[in-house]
């Protein structure tokens, strides 16, 4: 098994970001640093560590959270702020890392795992998993709006485009509308909707696949059906 796959098992990193730390020499293989990702290692023979700890394949976990808002997607922060791993303190025991991120003050669904392999599948852009948003936009949101965001329009991080829009509520002042999309930029819908002229008050993820928030309130989670977990295995 190569290395960085390895570290995938064991629920450090997914692999690509496996392959960062396999680079920044954080990982030894029977007390040597390597390097090379490529490195194979045999898990019932070799002692593999990470930061100088002894690494080893542990159970694989799928959660689901509803994410609330001010809390960091990350297992850490540098500036010392709420990660979402926070929430799962004292809750489980395996190294969960979330799979993709959400903003600061994005809520919704939000998907960790120690599965490095399979979170890959989620974030890998060749296989367009579908993300569900729901926005809240400031002022009136007319179908010309819609019609450009399935279109598609370029941000800096190149062309994008809505896989499905709609408009879900007119609320006061404000429209509410939903936006499906299969790539993952950063900060993908605000830019996407900054570009067609449109102001975004608040954003919630709906879904990630099959997978999605229904019956859980802000900073609640459950383990995802063996059938959810299956959807990606096989795409």
């Given at each position: 098994?190569?290395?960085?796959?390895?570290?995938?098992?064991?629920?450090?990193?997914?692999?690509?970001?496996?392959?960062?730390?396999?680079?920044?020499?954080?990982?030894?293989?029977?007390?040597?640093?390597?390097?090379?990702?490529?490195?194979?290692?045999?898990?019932?023979?070799?002692?593999?560590k990470y930061n100088n700890k002894l690494i080893k394949p542990e159970k694989k976990i799928y959660i689901v959270l509803n994410k609330p808002k001010g809390f960091i997607s990350s297992v850490?922060?540098?500036?010392?702020?709420?990660?979402v791993i926070d929430i799962f303190k004292?809750?489980?025991?395996?190294?969960?890392?979330?799979?993709?991120?959400?903003?600061?003050?994005?809520?919704?669904?939000?998907?960790?795992?120690?599965?490095g392999?399979?979170?890959?599948k989620i974030i890998h852009p060749r296989y367009e998993v579908e993300k569900v948003y729901i926005a809240k936009i400031k002022g009136r949101v007319s179908n010309t709006f819609i019609d450009k965001l399935k279109k598609g329009t370029k941000i800096?991080?190149?062309?994008?485009k809505a896989k499905d829009a709609k408009i879900l509520l007119r609320k006061e002042k404000n429209d509410v509308?939903?936006?499906?999309?299969?790539?993952?930029?950063n900060h993908q819908i605000k830019k996407m909707l900054q570009a067609i002229g449109l102001t975004l008050l608040w954003l919630k993820r709906q879904s990630v696949g099959p997978v999605n928030i229904k019956g859980l309130e802000y900073g609640m989670w459950r383990y995802l059906t063996q059938k959810e977990i299956d959807f990606f295995n096989k795409i």
């Open positions: 098994m190569r290395l960085q796959q390895f570290l995938a098992h064991c629920g450090i990193a997914s692999r690509r970001k496996a392959e960062d730390l396999i680079k920044e020499g954080k990982v030894t293989v029977n007390g040597k640093i390597i390097t090379d990702c490529a490195f194979n290692v045999e898990p019932e023979k070799d002692f593999v850490s922060d540098e500036k010392g702020r709420r990660t004292n809750k489980i025991k395996e190294h969960i890392y979330p799979v993709g991120r959400l903003d600061y003050n994005t809520t919704g669904c939000l998907i960790l795992t120690n599965d392999e399979w979170a890959n800096e991080d190149g062309f994008v509308i939903s936006i499906t999309i299969t790539q993952g930029k």
